[in-house]
């Protein structure tokens, strides 16, 4: 699942490198080693793309993203994770994937066909989803120790899966 996450990772950050530019709106690469990292990133309008890596101990990502088509990232690899993020409008994607101990996610979307998933490989899971608004779909996977997951969605035509097992 680990080489999963990564690849999937990498398959996004080569995928959107190749938009021209008048599709891409702004685009913000974050990469963190070592410890104590902490990001946060803001963008208002559309085609906006986040993406978040970080590895190493007591890492915080935070994601704000206002408008239509955006698409929000975060891998964070380590211990004392926390991950969040926010998105307001239409079409917007959200992806957390976190592998090492202490793991936190939450994501909150607002708006229609929007898309939220959440993996929590190891340790003591935590993640939160919530959208309101219609036509949305969200995923939580959690593998490993603690898991806890909550899902809220609000709306009509709203899907959502959580799957939950142990290495």
Do not use: C
Request: net charge positive; proline share 1%; aromatic share 6%.
């Amino acid at each position: 699942m680990k080489r999963f996450l990564t690849a999937m990772s990498a398959l996004g950050l080569l995928v959107t490198a190749n938009v021209p530019a008048a599709y891409a709106g702004n685009k913000v690469v974050i990469e963190q080693h070592g410890y104590s990292n902490s990001a946060g990133v803001s963008q208002k309008g559309k085609r906006n793309k986040i993406f978040h890596s970080q590895r190493g101990r007591g890492n915080d990502g935070r994601a704000l993203q206002r408008g239509r088509a955006n698409i929000s990232d975060t891998h964070q690899l380590g211990r004392g994770n926390q991950a969040f993020t926010d998105q307001w409008g239409d079409r917007n994607y959200a992806v957390s994937g976190q592998d090492g101990n202490n793991n936190h996610a939450e994501t909150v979307q607002t708006g229609r066909r929007n898309v939220a998933g959440t993996a929590q490989i190891g340790s003591d899971h935590t993640a939160v989803t919530g959208q309101n608004g219609s036509n949305n779909t969200s995923a939580t996977i959690q593998v490993g120790k603690g898991q806890y997951a909550e899902t809220y969605q609000s709306g009509n035509g709203n899907i959502s899966v959580v799957i939950q097992g142990r290495k």
